[in-house]
């Protein structure tokens, strides 16, 4: 079978997952789908009703980083595998911490017991690690963290764009600036029609 990714274009995690794709090369199914009216076939293969989620011959995979690992396990021309034990960390606090407190600086009437300006310095705190950090990349060149952690920079830099392009952070700024304006994001960014039951395939990439 030619393997299923679900989708939502917007999504961070789902972002990560076709980027890894794209690089792979690996030809996928793409299911783009609305998170407000997710349909029973993708309910049915996720389980935990998130995107990205990826049906193979298999099995179901229903994390964003272990999707990537698949597509590069089987593909890595650019050798995003290839990167030191350091890059795991930086996606932990990626996924964690930093996660949160983007949450809770983006969404903040979802957490209205909670006070923004200190979660975004929070935030703003493991930037500033990243911003030391980089040299053009987090280790000279791309790897899988680099493009596991960007989707989730741009998401915050876009909360307040202007703020964000006035802070101290020249490396993060850069970096970010050359991700969006690659052609692998351009690419993973193409809009797609909303997947109903029935529609043609939609490879991918």
């Not at 030809?27 to 193979?56: H, M, N, W, Y």
């Not at 101290?168 to 109903?196: N, Y």
Request: a negative charge; glycine letters at 4%.
């Amino acid at each position: 079978m030619t393997p299923v990714l679900w989708s939502f274009r917007r999504c961070p995690y789902a972002i990560r997952a076709r980027l890894a794709v794209v690089a792979s090369g690996v030809s996928v199914e793409l299911r783009d789908i609305q998170l407000s009216a997710k349909p029973a076939e993708f309910l049915q293969a996720s389980p935990s009703g998130t995107v990205p989620c990826l049906e193979t011959a298999d099995g179901v995979i229903d994390e964003s980083l272990d999707i990537m690992r698949w597509a590069l396990r089987l593909n890595d021309p650019h050798g995003w595998l290839d990167m030191p034990e350091a890059g795991m960390a930086w996606i932990a606090r990626c996924d964690g911490p930093f996660k949160n407190a983007l949450d809770r600086t983006k969404y903040e009437s979802r957490y209205p017991d909670e006070d923004p300006l200190i979660h975004r310095a929070t935030a703003s705190a493991f930037l500033t690690d990243l911003n030391a950090q980089l040299e053009g990349w987090l280790f000279g060149r791309p790897t899988l963290a680099d493009m596991a952690i960007l989707p989730f920079i741009r998401q915050f830099a876009f909360i307040d764009k202007a703020w964000f392009d006035a802070q101290p952070w020249p490396a993060l700024q850069d970096w970010l600036a050359h991700f969006l304006a690659s052609p692998e994001f351009a690419q993973v960014m193409r809009k797609q029609t909303v997947w109903s039951p029935g529609q043609p395939l939609v490879p991918f990439p």
